[in-house]
């Protein structure tokens, strides 16, 4: 249960709306995006960049109601990078108490270690095509469990290597599963699929699914 009052505890907030989960295992479920504003990175091929500021300053309280209205289970609390506001922590809680399934879409660059853990974290590794591989934060490996991700986008043939030498390494299969995804238009999804298949990857492929239905609509 969360401590903090959440009629007064506020995060700024760049939008809230339904859709398809289009990434991680939950890929296809009916899902509300609590989508917070601010990031410390700038990834080069980054799709959010609208919520890099801006964004409208809402209670835990006002949030809540907002998830509620739209009559599903399933919350994905994203950005941005949501933990670079510290009261996500308890938003995400707040969220857990009200009996919601959770995940929080995180870069891995900041410590996910404070997060309820009844959420599911989707942990971003930064491979050297994002430009911000320097900011993984590799301590939060050793927090990962079974009821997290790890998410690693691929620019092309290098980043696939090293994806490769990151889930030997930290031995990740084990830890909790791993999906790889290409960059629209840097890397040919059939060829990363074909890559994964040739080197017997104990990892999942995806595409984002929301792209494919609605392109890049925002809200969708």
Aim: aromatic content about 4%; hydrophobic content about 40%.
């Amino acid at each position: 249960m969360t401590d903090i009052d959440i009629r007064s505890t506020r995060l700024r907030i760049t939008e809230i709306f339904p859709s398809i989960q289009g990434e991680s295992t939950r890929v296809g479920l009916p899902t509300v995006f609590v989508r917070l504003t601010g990031c410390p990175l700038r990834c080069v091929w980054c799709d959010t960049a609208y919520a890099f500021q801006g964004g409208e300053t809402m209670t835990i309280e006002a949030v809540l109601a907002e998830v509620a209205r739209h009559g599903l289970r399933h919350v994905c609390v994203t950005g941005g990078e949501p933990l670079a506001q510290r009261d996500c922590v308890a938003l995400v809680g707040a969220l857990c108490d009200a009996g919601h399934a959770v995940s929080v879409e995180t870069s891995g660059a900041l410590d996910i270690a404070p997060l309820d853990p009844r959420a599911s974290r989707i942990m971003d590794l930064k491979a050297p095509g994002s430009g911000e591989a320097s900011r993984n934060r590799w301590e939060n490996i050793e927090l990962l469990t079974a009821h997290d991700e790890v998410k690693i986008v691929l620019a092309g043939a290098d980043d696939y290597a090293w994806a490769c030498a990151q889930i030997t390494r930290h031995d990740l299969a084990r830890r909790c599963p791993v999906l790889l995804s290409p960059v629209h238009g840097s890397l040919d999804p059939a060829q990363l699929a074909e890559w994964i298949v040739r080197d017997r990857l104990p990892v999942r492929f995806q595409l984002q699914l929301h792209k494919v239905l609605w392109k890049d609509a925002r809200g969708r």
